[in-house]
């Protein structure tokens, strides 16, 4: 049994679709609770105009009824509300004549998919390749990782993130408690523990914004309550921290991933990095969680904490040097309506992307074509450890 998913749909184009396969029968949704995550990602101090325009919100087309899984294909939409201004640009149909306002992109932006893109695929227009590599996509995956989250959530696993760094600002001390994370509001401009430190990151987009530029940042994604025994040993392919790194680095704009204080680690000696281990109140424990949970690409019981290095947004109002794909002469970098930082959004990605892999290693290890056999199984293991 896999948990995967697809989605398809360009950032201006009528609506993003998400087929889920792999979910057991009998699973209680909550559809309340995925348009809730739609509306977390699309928060965050330092967006831009297009989130005031959408207003995410899913259609179920197939897999539910009444309420619950039936073991099926889930097919879901989440359409599109500007589509109504990029209807001739965006048409599937072949036009009669040249839109009045075409939107033909000719002029790359550096960091961007564009140039590259349109080489690979010999366009001579680049938003037949900006269209889909928009973070627009994200939209869909965060709403297929709501569904998961909420087969994790049967289990007890909860996922929460927070952003430790914005730009040049970072948190202090970086490292922070679930019950610290917990305790951040969900309207908090920059889902920040230090309040003091969001201000000041609050501050830095301000200036940021009015000299024309953008930001990324670091964020960090927490999973508590996994069961030891995700993933394996056996293959690279098994290893979950293998998977979580793939999963995260797919994330736009994600440039690098640390599990635990794994960039710290390497400058220590292991006497100073490896998670001692104690046997307490009839359970085996770390005293630290330097591993982030994870250890020969086994979870091992401790919270998974990954984090995500995202790089400035590369749509700069003040555009950088370019190149004319046709004159191939000298030219700055084409404008289109973004955000001077999307680091809050991008965490709320992050969870998403982490239940996505962890739902998928549930039903790789518990199976069941319903819930109630899965969580059979799932007792059953759990015994297996708790006696171990």
Known sequence: MFFKFTTA???????????????????????????????????????????????????????????????????????????????EVMSSEKLDAEPKNSRIVKRPRPGHADLAGGQKFQTRDLRDILERASARETAARVACGAFAKQLLGSFGIDIKSHVIKLGSVPQKPLIKTWEEISEIGEKSPLHCVDKEIENQMVELIDNAKAEGDTLGGIFEVVAKNVIVGLGSHTSW??????????????????????????????????????????????????????????????????????????????????????????????????????????????????????????????????GGDSMGEMQANFESYRKNIESY
């Open 9 to 87: 749909g360009e950032s201006h184009g009528k609506a993003l679709v998400a087929i889920i396969e792999g979910l057991p029968a009998d699973l209680e949704i909550d559809l309340e609770k995925i348009n809730f995550e739609l509306w977390r990602r699309q928060q965050g101090y330092g967006r831009g105009g297009r989130q005031k325009i959408e207003k995410d919100e899913i259609r179920i087309l197939s897999g539910i009824r009444h309420g619950k899984t039936l073991g099926s294909p889930i097919c879901l939409i989440i359409e599109n509300r500007d589509f109504v201004h990029w209807q």
């Open 237 to 366: 392919t098994e290893k979950l921290d293998g998977r979580i790194a793939k999963a995260f680095m797919s994330i736009p704009a994600v440039k690098a991933i640390e599990i635990g204080t794994g960039v710290e680690n390497a400058g220590k000696f292991g006497s100073e990095v490896h998670d001692e281990i104690v046997y307490l109140e009839n359970a085996f424990e770390r005293t630290t969680n330097r591993a982030g949970g994870l250890e020969g690409g086994i979870t091992n019981g401790e919270e998974i904490r990954v984090r995500g290095y995202m790089k400035p947004i590369s749509t700069l109002r003040k555009s950088l040097k370019s190149v004319d794909i046709e004159t191939k002469q000298e030219d700055l970098a084409a404008f289109e309506r973004s955000d001077i930082t999307a680091v809050p959004a991008a965490g709320i990605i992050g969870e998403a992307m982490l239940a996505i892999v962890l739902a998928n290693s549930m039903r790789e290890k518990f």
